[in-house]
Structure formats: C-alpha cells, structure tokens
C-alpha cells in the first residue's frame, strides 16, 4: 500500500452552534490516522457560541488550527484553507454534515489510485427537525424531479461513476497548483465553477458510494432562500462575469418559471389559457408521480400530499432566482 499522505480538513464554519459537534465528532471518529491529519476550521466572524462548543471538544487535539474570515463568504473561506493547509490531500467538509468512517481513507485510496482528480461520495439528506415538512424536504432532494441527474443526491448504481460535480470534494495540493483556487468573484456555487475548470482542462470527477457524508438540511424558510440564492448564481456570474457556475440540470427551472410567465403574459392580453395547461398539466403529472413513488418507498402517504407542492416551491424559488439573476448579472455592479 502508498504511503499514507497527509491530509488537511477544510471545514468553513459560520454560526453552526446546533450542529458544529456532529460534524466535528464524525472527524475524530475516522479510521484515518489522526497524526495524518489536520483540521482547519475558518470561522465566518460566528455571532453565536459554535466557537466556543468547537473549543470545548477540541481543547485538546494540537492537529486544529483557527483561522478568521473577515469576507463572511465560502469562497475566501476555502482559499484561506487551501493557503494555509500542509495536507498533500484537501478535504473540503462543510460544517452542516457528518463524514462516515471511511470517508477520508475511500477519498485517498481513489486520489493515490490516480483514477481520478477530484473524488467525493453520496450525499446523504437528514431532516432539519422530525417534522414532516421538514422529512418531505430532505426527500424531495433525492428524488431526480426534484434535482434531476445529480448522481450524489440520487444515488449510483455501481461501486463509482465518473461525473461533472461532487458534494464538497477532495484532491491533490498539485491540482490546486495547476488549476488555481476557488474564484472568490463566485459569492457562491464556488464548487461548481471550480468543477468546470477541473473539466475543461482534462481531468475527471469521480464519485464512489462507499463515502458517505450526511448533510442536515436546512427549515423550510431558508431551503426556499437557499434554492432562490442558488437560481440567481445559475445566471448572474455568467451575464456579468463570463463565469460558468452552472450544468445544463440548473437551468431547467430557469427554463419552466419563463414559461409560467410567458403562460401568465399569453392569459393576460389575448385570454388564452392553453400554454398555461400544456405546461402544467404534465408538470403537476411528474410531480404526483414521483411523490407516489416517494410515499410507497417511505410507507408515509402524507408524502404523496406535500410533496407535488414542496417539488413547486423549490422550483419556482430557483426559476425566479435565476431570471432575476439575469438582470444582476447585466445591469447591476454588485453581486447578489
């Protein structure tokens, strides 16, 4: 077997108070070896105690450094990691989530296999509460209507799969040294530019559904946010900056909150309804089905009557995100 390389865990943090400890438990309970470790937690100036519940159960491991991030944005974050860390491996984590045992070691087995340049595993979603809005949710982002081919949200079929995106990554410093760090332009979708650049210059993406890493999910409110924020990113670094944040799956939205609009426009001046019925009645079709499938997998039929109405509102917050990012992207000298 390789040498065992050093690693350096980048992990952005900003107030995370309710689950900065799960996150941190599941690093100390890795089967990679601890002294072929760091943890580099970048804190996002927190106005809550996750600094203080991460200096209680760290106070004494010597492999974790501190550092400020005075920007508040992930993209800063991540550079102030890759800068800092002496790992010859990065392994981004994100402060919502929980790494399975073998996480590190799958990533470093594939990375020193040299199969691919960047390796990550199957996200796992864990409800936000024990709510069943909040079970519908982390459900919905599973479902490929509710996320179309993302192989790490939907699973794969095989031991690994080569791909365009991965949950939070890992790879080489080397790479990093070719390809450069994370475009801080991106206030966010920072992973999917920088994923662009991995594949425009040759390299590959692979996925193994032997690392697994849970993410809680976000309470309804802020998912609809967070889903809002994400459309606008689809559209405004690319109409402002010729940045390419985005896979043809993020604009699928894009394309069905236009057509609703152009629908309601066609109502409004000439009264005609019908473009209205061609696109939603397949639509609310999809989505019935798919919520079926989810309530007889889950044996929970209170799905089948959420979820067509959780798959809408995700979709319309992402579609009407990216429209108006369209006009940020254009006429705004501010990013969103």
Known sequence: MNKLPFVSIILPCYNEEEFIEATINSIFNSSYPSEKIEILIIDGMSTDNSMKIINELTHNHDNIRFFKNKKQLLAPALNIGLRNGRGEIFVRLDAHSKMNKDYISNCVKLLQDDV?????????????DNSILSKTIALALTSPFGVGNASHRIGIKGKTQYVDSVPFGS?????IDEIGHYNEKCNRSEDIEFYHRVKATGRKIIISSEIIVSYICNNAMNMIKRYFRNGVDVTQYYFRDDIIAFRPRH????FFFCGILLALMM??????????LFILIPYLILGIIFSFIMA??????????????VFFTLHIAHGLGAFIGVFIGKFSSSRY
């Open 267 to 276: 109502y409004i001046i000439f009264s005609n309804y019908l473009l209205f």
């Open 251 to 254: 604009l699928i939205p894009f």
């Open 296 to 309: 007889f997998k889950e044996h929970d039929f209170r799905l089948a009557l959420i979820a067509p109405l």
């Open 171 to 175: 790879f080489s410093k080397k790479l």
């Open 116 to 128: 691919a340049d960047v390796v990550g595993g199957i996200l796992i979603n864990e409800p936000y």
